[in-house]
Every structure is written in C-alpha cells, then in structure tokens.
C-alpha cells in the first residue's frame, strides 16, 4: 500500500484564516429599553422634586393676622435664621429654607434686621424680601422733656443703632452735629423717628439738632411783638421751663403768659424744675427748703432772669407757647395736685391757694 509521502500532505492542507478584527457587540434591545427606563425615571425625578421645590416655595409660611417681626442677628446662618421665623410663629422647614436660600442666592446677601412676615407670605416672598435686605425700619421716639442726659442714654441702649457718640463730651458732641451753641441741653426736637437699622446715632442726633433748629427759627419768625427775648435761645429756654411746669396743651400758653409777665416787672421767675435741674445728683425726688435757698446758676429764688441754658427738650407747642404766649393778668400759678394748674392775679391770691393745696383742698 503507497503512503503518501509527508511532502503530499503538507501541500493539502488548507492555510489558516488570518485573524479578524475584533467588533464590540452592539446592545441588544433589551439592554437599550433599560437605558430609556433608566432617563425617563431621572427625568420624572428631577421634574418632580422640581416641582415639589417649586409647590413649597409657593406654600404660605405664615397664617396669623398679624405681622410678624423677627430680628437677624449680623452672620446668622440660614438656618439659625429659619430657626428666628420658627420661633416668632412661622412654618418652615429649615433644610428646605436653607436649600432654597442657597440656590437663589439670598444665603450670600443676607442682611442683619428686623424683617416682616406679613400673614400669607408664601417662602418665595419670603427669600425676596431678605435677599433686598427689606427690612423694617426702627424707631425711637425722643420724649418731650426729656434732658440730654435721658435722651443719650436711650440711645446707647438702643441696639439697632450704632454708637460713635458714646465717650463723646458735650463739646465733641456739639461739633460733631454742627451746633454753634456752647451748651447742647434743649438743642434736640422731641419727635419719633425713624431709622435704619445699624446706622449711626451721630446721623440721629444731627436729625434731632436740625429739626429743632428749624422749629424754633420758624417759630422766632412768627413771634409775638414785645417779647422780652434778645435772641431765640432765650426763648428756647422759656420753651424749656414751658415743657416741664405743665404737660396740658391748654395750659401752656398762659404759663409762658405768667413768665413773660413776671419778666416785664423784673420779678424772680421762681420756677421749680429750674431749681431741680441745677441740683442735678443732689435732687433727692422731693424739693427742700433749703434747696430754694441754696443758690445755683439754675436757681430762680435767688437769681433774676432766665436760667443760663435750657433745662429740658421742649417739644413745637412749647415753643409755640413761648413765642405766642396767652394774654393773661397772672403773675402766679400752682399745681393743684391733679395734673391742672390754678392762676392767680394777685399774691394774696395765691397764698390762699398754696394754702388750701398743701391743706390738700383743691385751690
């Protein structure tokens, strides 16, 4: 039997294929509708938590009937201020105040304050209202008779203001406001004012010298005839013994009237509050006779004339009084002890009534 010869058989053997490039395979249908699954439920995601951000900012966060005032400390976080509006009465999340802060910007201009939330403001309004920094104007209302010295203090205490003038002498104080006078007593309008918050307490004082200025100039150009005033601070100073003898508008002019009178005849003015206001600390709350006696530049028993300076912030219808004074015969006036004053033409007349009131009648 012929074998084939080993030369045969290498000659009938086919070549190998050469090597193919290789092919990723492409996904199957199956794995493309997983993908679509998989974005349509992102998408359903996002538009819904888009949606339910969008209902909440619109959800009122607030439904009193009256406002609210909450105050923001200077670098509160956004959710310590949420936790401000929790506490004051409104609803709200704090994660989601503190989200919604930060994606609207608002968490980066906060501004320190007291805000309103006025009933039904949704959380949009809300973040609005804070982003502007909208806050809620202050107010400090300066009384009338008050002295310089109560109306410093209360604006020392005031925590909405800022206080360039504490550890300011009177003199510093004079010429940080612009006032030309050597004394600032009775320099300031008694008034309400208006303020915002963080400003200073200078820009409060010069307001309140400005205004009074101005009142008592018009009040000085509308004067009555033949008033025994060289210049208008000494009819500040009137005004001033004015505001403390009596509060009752129908009063006011007469009293000015008793003054002026008692000026034209060169007698002593013999008004109280002077006397307590020159005794300063030494005032015990109670006048002594020994007080009407101890002389003192305020003391109008044993010095004629007006007191050097004002005693008191006098309000417009002090002024007003003290320029356009009541035409009257008094030369005398007493307390009755019941907020009213009894006149009297003659000193005899008023004895009788000192009499009768310290009897505790009503004279």
């Known amino acids: 039997m012929n074998r084939a010869r080993s030369s045969d058989i290498v000659k009938r053997q086919k070549p190998a294929p050469s090597p193919r490039p290789r092919r990723f395979a492409s996904p199957s249908r199956r794995a493309w509708r997983y993908a679509w699954l998989l974005l349509a439920a992102a998408l359903l995601l996002v538009t819904g938590g888009a949606a339910w951000i969008a209902l909440q900012l619109q959800r009122p966060v607030y439904a009193g009937t009256d406002a609210l005032a909450v105050r923001i400390a200077p670098g509160a976080s956004t959710r310590a201020i949420a936790r401000s509006f929790i506490a004051a009465g409104a609803q709200l999340d704090p994660d989601l105040f503190a989200a919604a802060a930060t994606l609207n910007g608002t968490a980066r201009q906060l501004r320190a304050g007291q805000y309103a939330v006025d009933p039904g403001m949704t959380l949009l309004e809300l973040l609005r209202r804070l982003r502007r920094g909208d806050v809620m104007r202050e107010r400090l209302t300066v009384v009338e008779g008050w002295t310089l010295r109560d109306l410093r203090a209360s604006l020392d205490a005031n925590p909405d203001l800022r206080h360039d003038t504490q550890g300011l002498g009177e003199a510093e104080l004079l010429r940080a406001v612009g006032a030309s006078e050597a004394r600032a ?6 008034d309400t004012y208006l303020f915002d918050p963080g400003s200073s307490d200078l820009d409060f004082l010069r307001r309140a010298y400005k205004a009074q200025s101005e ?4 009040a ?9 005033y ?3 601070y000494e009819a500040l100073i009137m005004a001033s013994l004015v505001e403390k ?3 009752r508008p129908d009063e006011r002019g007469r009293i000015a009237g008793v003054f002026v009178n008692r000026q034209r005849r060169g007698m002593l003015l013999q008004t109280d509050p002077a006397v307590v ?15 009407l006696m101890t002389d003192t530049p305020y003391n109008t028993y044993t010095r004629a004339g007006l007191p050097p300076t004002p005693i008191a912030l006098p309000g417009r219808a002090a002024i007003d009084a003290a320029l356009a004074p009541e035409a009257t015969q008094a030369i005398y006036f007493v307390a009755r002890g019941d907020g009213t004053t009894k006149f009297s033409d003659t000193l005899e007349q008023h004895n009788q009534a000192v009499d009768r009131y310290r009897r505790g009648g009503n004279p």
């Open 277 to 291: 206001y020159g005794l300063g600390d030494r005032y015990d709350g109670r006048l002594h006779k020994r007080d």
């Open 185 to 190: 007593e009775g320099l300031f309008a008694p």
């Open 245 to 247: 003898e009596t509060g």
């Open 215 to 218: 009142r008592l100039q018009q």
């Open 220 to 228: 000085w150009n509308r004067r009555a005839a033949d008033l025994p």
């Open 230 to 232: 060289r210049e208008p």
